[in-house]
T-cell receptor, first 114, second 113 residues
Framework: AQSVAQPEDQVNVAEGNPLTVKCTYSVSGNPYLFWYVQYPNRGLQFLLKYITGDNLVKGSYGFEAEFNKSQTSFHLKKPSALVSDSALYFCAVRDKGNTDKLIFGTGTRLQVFP | SQTIHQWPATLVQPVGSPLSLECTVEGTSNPNLYWYRQAAGRGLQLLFYSVGIGQISSEVPQNLSASRPQDRQFILSSKKLLLSDSGFYLC????????????FGPGTRLTVT
């Protein structure tokens, strides 16, 4: 079965430090992968996607993600965290059985401390 | 550019009352449309999706129904609300030309009392 896992419920990081939010996937073949961010009481905002090509994908707000096929991972990263990055982050993969759907992870809450 | 609207933003309804949440998309044609529910600020549960007018797929059996009367309009309804229907309801759209990423509306916070 296809799935995406976010192993950490919460990640804490000090402002100015690098951050990583982890995501692993289980999909046959080449996956389409996505990251979203959700601020309190708001809808999800699209950050970035990997479809094909360069394994390092750059997105909005200084975020980037690295696709690693051998480790089936798509970790979200940022070199220097801001307090305003504190939010809920979701990883998602396109459902290959029904390409109209995305399969979302359970979310990771990022807390950046000043 | 494309925009997605949801209303109302917040709603408090008694148990047993009806529900109608509306979602509309502007700036695109024939989008795929989705209704999700998010409980307790965590995971998303896909409730319904639609690939065209009158075409609705239900993901989980429940007290809710969806309709798509126009190309860019998606409505979530219930005849009688349950306490368990409380949550944050999100509408989203996608297009194959955008390589499957979905774009979300601002959400509706529903509290059933």
């Amino acid at each position: 079965a296809q799935s995406v896992a976010q192993p950490e419920d919460q990640v804490n990081v000090a402002e100015g430090n690098p951050l990583t939010v982890k995501c692993t996937y289980s999909v046959s073949g080449n996956p389409y992968l996505f990251w979203y961010v959700q601020y309190p009481n708001r809808g999800l905002q699209f950050l970035l996607k990997y479809i094909t090509g360069d394994n390092l994908v750059k997105g909005s707000y200084g975020f980037e993600a690295e696709f690693n096929k051998s480790q089936t991972s798509f970790h979200l990263k940022k070199p220097s965290a801001l307090v305003s990055d504190s939010a809920l982050y979701f990883c998602a993969v396109r459902d290959k059985g029904n390409t109209d759907k995305l399969i979302f992870g359970t979310g990771t809450r990022l807390q950046v401390f000043p | 550019s494309q925009t997605i609207h949801q209303w109302p933003a917040t709603l408090v309804q008694p148990v047993g009352s009806p529900l109608s949440l509306e979602c509309t998309v502007e700036g695109t044609s024939n989008p795929n449309l989705y209704w999700y529910r998010q409980a307790a600020g965590r995971g998303l549960q896909l409730l319904f999706y639609s690939v065209g007018i009158g075409q609705i797929s239900s993901e989980v059996p429940q007290n809710l129904s969806a309709s798509r009367p126009q190309d860019r309009q998606f409505i979530l309804s219930s005849k009688k609300l349950l306490l368990s229907d409380s949550g944050f309801y999100l509408c989203a759209w996608s297009s194959t030309s955008l390589q499957y990423e979905q774009y979300f509306g601002p959400g509706t916070r529903l509290t059933v009392t």
